[in-house]
T-cell receptor, first 114, second 109 residues
Framework: DVKVTQSSRYLVKRTGEKVFLECVQDMDHENMFWYRQDPGLGLRLIYFSYDVKMKEKGDIPEGYSVSREKKERFSLILESASTNQTSMYLC?????????????FGPGTRLTVL | GQNIDQPTEMTATEGAIVQINCTYQTSGFNGLFWYQQHAGEAPTFLSYNVLDGLEEKGRFTSFLSRSKGYSYLLLKELQMKDSASYLCAVLDSNYQLIWGAGTKLIIKP
């Protein structure tokens, strides 16, 4: 079974702190994604990566950056956390090509910024 | 812009049938996914449609009409464990997934 793990289920940080969210998948997937999920809104794509050291902006990249130094690991970085970044963060991975292939999700990290 | 619409919430009775609709307007189309998400958990894949028609998996059936920009997920013989949110997502011309806000399904005994 595909397994996608995220470093924390719950995280509380203060405004202005630098926050690292880690995601690891164990199925050698090429694609990895970071989403945020807020009530009443669909999943919104923050960043994605198709390969090591490769990254592409999603729909809402502002205030975030990412790092993919190894194929299995995709990190999301909040350089200076703000209260409007309080959200559920979901990491996902999939194989290529994207057609037919579902994304496998991690359990999510619920981040609260005070 | 790109848009996916699905009802916010639906209620159904255990043992009954429920249909969750999804309409979409996207730049291109490369398939439509349905995911299930229990409260506090990650979404999990249910079905994928790329051609018009039905895809059946046990108690769940998904339907697609590309000309109408319309899909539905049909759940039969509802069980309490089917209480969850159901997310519709479309793969657009750039192979990016566009997500609906999800439909929260409440099952009553």
């Amino acid at each position: 079974d595909v397994k996608v793990t995220q470093s924390s289920r719950y995280l509380v940080k203060r405004t202005g702190e630098k926050v690292f969210l880690e995601c690891v998948q164990d199925m050698d997937h090429e694609n990895m994604f970071w989403y945020r999920q807020d009530p009443g809104l669909g999943l919104r794509l923050i960043y994605f990566s198709y390969d090591v050291k490769m990254k592409e902006k999603g729909d809402i990249p502002e205030g975030y950056s990412v790092s993919r130094e190894k194929k299995e690991r995709f990190s999301l970085i909040l350089e200076s956390a703000s209260t409007n970044q309080t959200s559920m963060y979901l990491c996902a991975s999939s194989i290529r090509p994207e057609r037919h292939n579902e994304q496998f999700f991690g359990p999510g990290t619920r981040l609260t910024v005070l | 812009g790109q848009n996916i619409d699905q009802p916010t919430e639906m209620t159904a009775t255990e043992g009954a049938i429920v249909q969750i609709n999804c309409t979409y307007q996207t730049s291109g189309f490369n398939g439509l996914f349905w995911y299930q998400q229990h409260a506090g958990e990650a979404p999990t894949f249910l079905s994928y449609n790329v051609l018009d028609g039905l895809e059946e998996k046990g108690r769940f059936t998904s339907f697609l009409s590309r000309s109408k920009g319309y899909s539905y997920l049909l759940l039969k013989e509802l069980q309490m464990k089917d209480s969850a949110s159901y997310l519709c997502a479309v793969l657009d011309s750039n192979y990016q997934l566009i997500w609906g806000a999800g439909t929260k399904l409440i099952i009553k005994p």
